[in-house]
């Protein structure tokens, strides 16, 4: 995972460690195996797809989940930042590790009874899992399970997960 995902430290912010994803973006093997097994939460035991879409937040959510939806045969749906969709919305604010931010769906990306994936690069403090279920739900539908590629184990992003099934490909 080393040579896939390179430490940047004092980014975006001094005394945050960024972890950067590109080398694994630009290796097709690796890329493609990890596109794989963040859409293995998207199928049961049997490889049925259990899942009507995939969303992935802003932003590097948004380079993993939309191969991850094309993997499982499924429709993407993008979490952005406060005003960056073009139609109406609902909202949602929440902590980061390094601040405060408010994440928007469309109000109609996810169709009432939906079953939703989410994808994202880092579950960190979870804030940003925890205000995307609150949006899926204000839409009508429910989160199914969480995929992402590291998870920061010093930090509390579980909690932000709760009793969903989480597929985490590397813990840092």
Avoid: N, W
């Amino acid at each position: 995972m080393e040579r896939l995902v390179v430490d940047v430290p004092d980014f975006p912010e001094p005394g945050v460690l960024f972890k950067d994803m590109s080398p694994m973006l630009a290796d097709h093997g690796a890329f493609t195996a990890v596109i794989e097994v963040l859409a293995s939460a998207g199928r049961d035991e049997s490889g049925a797809v259990v899942v009507d879409k995939v969303i992935g937040m802003e932003s590097r959510g948004f380079i993993l989940g939309a191969p991850v939806a094309l993997s499982l045969g499924v429709g993407f749906v993008p979490v952005r930042k406060a005003g960056k969709l073009p139609r109406a919305t609902y909202a949602v604010s929440y902590a980061l590790e390094y601040g405060e931010a408010t994440l928007e769906i469309h109000r109609d990306a996810v169709a009432p009874g939906e079953r939703v994936l989410l994808v994202d690069d880092v579950l960190a403090t979870g804030g940003t899992v925890a205000a995307t279920r609150e949006l899926v739900a204000l839409c009508g539908g429910s989160t199914h399970a969480v995929s992402v590629l590291m998870e920061i184990g010093a930090l509390p992003g579980r909690e932000g997960v709760g009793g969903l099934p989480l597929t985490v490909l590397a813990s840092v």
